[in-house]
C-alpha cells in the first residue's frame, strides 16, 4: 500500500551543485504536483502535471525543471542549487476534477549551503 | 485568481477544549473545499471535505460547514485531544481544478 512514494528523505548540496527528486505513485492518478513548504508561506505549486506527457508552471517554478517520465513518475530536477531552495519538498498526486483530493508523499527536507 | 486565508497560529489549547480554525476564500463559480492535516513529519492528508453550499464534512470528530454566503470553512472540533496536534490546511479547487492551499494553522494540545 505504497500511495506515493519520494526520495531521498533528506539531502544537502553545496551551492551550484544539481539534483533530482523522484517520485512515484501507484494509484494511476492522472495529475502529480511538486510543491514547496516555508514556515510562515504554507504550500507553494512549483510544477505540475495534470496528464502524462504535459507539465505546466505553478506559482514558483523558477530555478526547477520537471520531467514526467511515464504515468506513474514525476521527477524535480535543481540544475544549479541555491540557498533559497532549501525548504521542504512535496509529491502529490490525484484525479483531476474539482472534487478530488490530493495523496501526498512524505516529503524531502533539502538544505542548500 | 483563487486564494485562500487562514488565521495564524499557533493555536494553543488544553485538552478537551473547543476548537474553531478560521477559513476563508475567494474564487470564482463553485469551488470544492477542503481541510488536510500534516502531522509532525508527515505529508499533508485528507481530513474532510465538502462541494457545495451548506455541505457539511466531517471525519473524526472534526467538522466544517461551506458557507458561500460569507465564503468560509471554519474547522471545529467540540473537544480536542492531544493527539490532534499538527497543522491544519485549508484548500479549494475550483474552475482550474488546481488545488489552491492556505498559509497553514498550527494546533498544539497540551494535557
Known amino acids: 500500500n505504497a500511495g506515493v512514494t519520494q526520495t531521498p528523505k533528506f539531502q544537502v548540496l553545496k551551492t551550484g551543485q544539481s539534483m533530482t527528486l523522484q517520485c512515484a505513485q501507484d494509484?494511476?492518478?492522472?495529475?502529480m504536483y511538486w510543491y514547496r513548504q516555508d514556515p510562515g508561506m504554507g504550500l507553494r505549486l512549483i510544477y505540475y502535471?495534470?496528464?502524462?506527457?504535459?507539465?505546466d508552471k505553478g506559482e514558483v517554478p523558477n530555478g526547477y525543471n520537471v520531467s514526467r517520465l511515464n504515468k506513474r513518475e514525476f521527477s524535480l530536477r535543481l540544475e544549479s542549487a541555491a540557498p533559497s531552495q532549501t525548504s521542504v519538498y512535496f509529491c502529490?498526486?490525484?484525479?483531476?476534477?474539482?472534487?478530488?483530493?490530493?495523496?501526498f508523499g512524505s516529503g524531502t527536507q533539502l538544505s542548500v549551503l | 485568481g483563487d486564494s485562500v486565508t487562514q488565521m495564524e497560529g499557533p493555536v494553543t489549547l488544553s485538552e478537551e477544549a473547543f476548537l474553531t480554525i478560521n477559513c476563508t476564500y475567494t474564487a470564482t463559480g463553485y469551488p470544492s473545499l477542503f481541510w488536510y492535516v500534516q502531522y509532525p513529519g508527515e505529508g499533508l492528508q485528507l481530513l474532510l471535505k465538502a462541494t457545495k453550499a451548506d455541505d457539511k464534512g466531517s471525519n473524526k470528530g472534526f467538522e466544517a460547514t461551506y458557507r458561500k454566503e460569507t465564503t468560509s470553512f471554519h474547522l471545529e472540533k467540540g473537544s480536542v485531544q492531544v493527539s490532534d496536534s499538527a497543522v491544519y490546511f485549508c484548500?479549494?479547487?475550483?474552475?482550474?481544478?488546481?488545488?489552491?492551499f492556505g498559509r497553514g494553522t498550527s494546533l498544539i494540545v497540551h494535557p
Open positions: 494509484m494511476n492518478h492522472n495529475s
Open positions: 502535471s495534470a496528464s502524462e506527457g504535459t507539465t
Open positions: 502529490a498526486s490525484g484525479w483531476t476534477g474539482p472534487n478530488e483530493k490530493l495523496f
Open positions: 484548500a479549494l479547487s475550483g474552475g482550474s481544478y488546481i488545488p489552491t
